[in-house]
């Protein structure tokens, strides 16, 4: 490979939570053990080089002034969709900065329904969204995703239809690929969730923000182009920072075709003068959206396909007792451990605490709605997913 996905960087003292913290109160690492960093959606890989170089030039002028969104910015997005996701007709007109997806969900929230109002997500759930609408007042009506026969994750359309008719919703957050369950949602089932919202005359927030990131042989379907009902009815939000590492750099974008709402949107985002792109962001996200970053992005696909398949497959063929649905999309698993901790007389809790023991840092399920969950993270060098594999069989689950 052109790209470095081998080596774990030293992120100690570099302003890295992902390194510098443990999100299980109580839990310790125990002597000789090293720190796999697994549990925040953060990657442990260095970006592309094409992004570095890009705010490296900026910086080299040293003036940081009052500045206007370039041509390059949107010009870089247009081109990154097309080729990326098939889009067409996009247009400079269609295209919004905003400091965060969470932001940008918040403020579409207030432009279609009122605080107090009620709000369909499916659940599992994104512990972000549940945050950002609570904290502002919407009251989360959960449709929950069901496994099929297969072990795949899939809506379930009855159920979005009553609950949205008998509750009278009338928006809905979509998350496409699916944080927390690594679903890559298919055309077909796109265009029939639509389809249930149009004929509950519910508008569409589509959280994209893991559209570049689905495993090998899985397409991100945009849902604005499932037809042309859903490019009016959606506000899609999309950024660079998952796909890249750029997270602590802040800058994400919205697409909203349809004139009436983008119009409403950017009126409401002005009033706070909060919701303002810093310099290096835009040029980090003409960096990444280069021949460069894709070329870049492409080694990471592979990188991160490998890494699923690995732990997908370790995990069931070792882990008795623990299940998952094979991942497609984003680099966290979503493992439900309710017949372990039962047959082995554990609670989730002390499951958590043993694996942060022996090093290996994951992430609480339970604010994602999974009575029984652990998120993990498989965004480091495949060898380290393997250690914490070898960790978890020899000390946690087969201990």
């Known amino acids: 490979m052109k790209y470095d996905f081998t080596t774990l960087p030293d992120r100690r003292g570099k302003d890295a939570i992902a390194v510098e913290q443990i999100p ?172 249930i919202y149009r004929k509950n005359d519910c508008y569409v927030i589509s959280d994209e923000i893991w559209s570049d990131l689905t495993l090998q042989g899985h397409q991100h379907i945009p ?13 899609a939000l999309y950024a660079p920072s998952k796909t890249f590492n750029l997270a602590g750099l802040v800058g994400s974008y919205h697409i909203v075709y349809n004139d009436y709402l983008r119009d409403r949107l950017d009126k409401f985002e002005s009033l706070s003068h909060y919701n303002s792109c810093n310099v290096l962001s835009m040029h980090a996200l003409i960096g990444a959206y280069s021949y460069e970053g894709e070329e870049w992005l492409d080694e990471l696909r592979q990188v991160l396909t490998e890494n699923a398949e690995f732990a997908y497959s370790y995990i069931t063929e070792h882990f008795k007792g623990v299940t998952l649905a094979k991942p497609e999309g984003t680099y966290m698993l979503f493992l439900d451990c309710e017949e372990w901790c039962h047959t082995h007389g554990k609670t989730l809790d002390e499951l958590l605490r043993a694996g942060v023991e022996v090093g290996v840092i994951w992430q609480d399920g339970r604010p994602f709605h999974g009575a029984y969950s652990i998120r993990l993270n498989l965004a480091l060098p495949n060898r380290l997913v393997q250690e914490a594999m070898h960790r978890l069989d020899r000390y946690v689950f087969n201990a």
Request: net charge negative; charged share 20%.
């Open 24 to 195: 299980i109160e109580g839990a310790k690492i125990r002597d000789g053990f090293s720190r796999l960093p697994m549990w925040v959606a953060d990657m442990n890989f260095p970006t592309a080089p094409s992004i570095v170089d890009a705010m490296a030039q900026r910086i080299a002028h040293p003036l940081f002034g009052y500045f206007p969104m370039n041509d390059a910015y949107y010009d870089a997005i247009i081109h990154w969709q097309a080729h990326r996701n098939g889009v067409t007709g996009l247009q400079k007109e269609h295209i919004g900065y905003e400091n965060g997806v969470l932001g940008g969900v918040v403020s579409a929230m207030h432009i279609l329904a009122e605080s107090g109002a009620k709000v369909l997500l499916h659940s599992p759930t994104y512990i972000g969204f549940t945050g950002c609408l609570t904290n502002n007042g919407y009251t989360i009506v959960h449709s929950p995703l069901r496994l099929d026969e297969q072990g795949v994750w899939r809506m379930d359309y009855e159920d979005m239809d009553r609950k949205l008719r008998d509750e009278k919703i009338h928006v809905a957050i979509f998350c496409s690929p699916h944080n927390p369950c690594g679903r890559v949602w298919e055309r077909w089932e796109i265009e029939k969730a639509m389809e």
């Open 223 to 235: 849902t604005q182009s499932v037809s042309d009902d859903a490019r009016q009815r959606t506000i």
